[in-house]
């Protein structure tokens, strides 16, 4: 079954790129040094924040000299959905639920595979994605929420019986899983915060809306939400306080209406297609699904939902490079 076809989206690059995280951070650092004001500290962790007159002023880090302050006129929240910086900051957080978690696993891709392995499998109470990488697949397993302890209860080797059945063209190579150390679980979330900024902080990304895995639109938002704070905060940081704070909160007016949408169709096709698959003992897709292959021109439609999403984000914010850099 095909659902999306990202071949007409109107964009100078109409695919899905695969970028593994530390490429994309390693691509983020690079172009960031070309900024004057850029630094980075490795190995470093926020262990809460420094408050004055109301209004966080900066960060504790532990660092591996110990420990320091990193004071900010704005602290821009982006740990992602586990963030503690957002909770010190005592931020409301509505949790709007998942009911699948992912356990993710690698196994070895060999030169015989098909080179466009197919991303999704489904049968009866079982869901697997096989995402192919350089040299292996990525591969992930949608299990129910919370069962992760009986499903490690059952044994390593119960588990690897369980993959060859969602996937039996990853079956002749399970016992590439010695233990349950090969495996990594991934808890679904789907949250965002009633509130993503106070005076002198901002959450953005995940730290302000943990997204579901379906569609693989989390990145997309969080970067969406990165261009908006900056079109929103370059100028205002000439401002005082009361005005940054103002465009901060700006952030959130400008980026939570796409946030809803895309959220509320994760809801609907976690409710209505996985919850159902996982609980059921024959797999019966909604009939509507099947129109995306009667329709071809269909495709489109999830296509630009996840390619481009609502509300695109252009940087309207300049560059401000030194003179020799510039």
Request: charged share 25%; net charge positive; aromatic share 6%.
């Amino acid at each position: 079954m095909h659902l999306a076809d990202f071949r007409r989206l109107p964009v100078a690059a109409p695919f899905i790129a695969l970028m593994p995280q530390w490429d994309f951070l390693s691509f983020l650092v690079e172009r960031s040094r070309r900024f004057p004001g850029f630094g980075l500290m490795m190995n470093a962790k926020v262990t809460g924040l420094l408050t004055e007159a109301d209004r966080i002023a900066g960060v504790e880090v532990e660092t591996p000299d110990g420990p320091r302050e990193v004071r900010s006129r704005l602290v821009v929240v982006a740990d992602g959905r586990g963030s503690t910086t957002r909770a010190a900051a005592g931020l409301t957080v509505q949790d709007l639920g998942a009911p699948m978690d992912v356990l993710w696993m690698r196994l070895s891709r060999r030169p015989e595979d098909l080179p466009e392995a197919p991303l999704g499998r489904l049968s009866a109470g079982r869901m697997f994605i096989a995402v192919p990488r350089e040299g292996y697949f990525q591969c992930g397993y949608v299990a129910a929420k919370g069962s992760f302890d009986a499903i490690k209860a059952a044994g390593i080797e119960a588990f690897r019986h369980e993959v060859a059945l969602a996937s039996p063209t990853v079956a002749d190579r399970v016992d590439e899983l010695r233990s349950f150390d090969d495996v990594h679980l991934l808890t679904v979330t789907v949250d965002r915060l009633s509130q993503w900024s106070k005076p002198g902080l901002l959450c953005i990304g995940d730290a302000a809306h943990a997204m579901s895995p379906i569609g693989g639109v989390g990145i997309n938002l969080a970067i969406q939400d990165a261009i908006a704070a900056a079109n929103h905060l370059h100028d205002a940081f000439d401002s005082d306080d009361a005005v940054l704070d103002r465009h901060a909160a700006a952030v959130q007016a400008r980026r939570e209406p796409a946030v809803k949408a895309i959220q509320a169709i994760q809801l609907v096709v976690q409710k209505r297609v996985i919850g159902q698959i996982l609980a059921a003992k024959v797999v019966k897709l909604p009939p509507v699904l099947k129109l995306f292959d009667w329709l071809p021109v269909l495709r489109r439609l999830p296509a630009r939902v996840i390619g481009m999403g609502f509300r695109m984000e252009r940087v309207r914010s300049p560059e401000r490079l030194t003179k020799r850099q510039a």
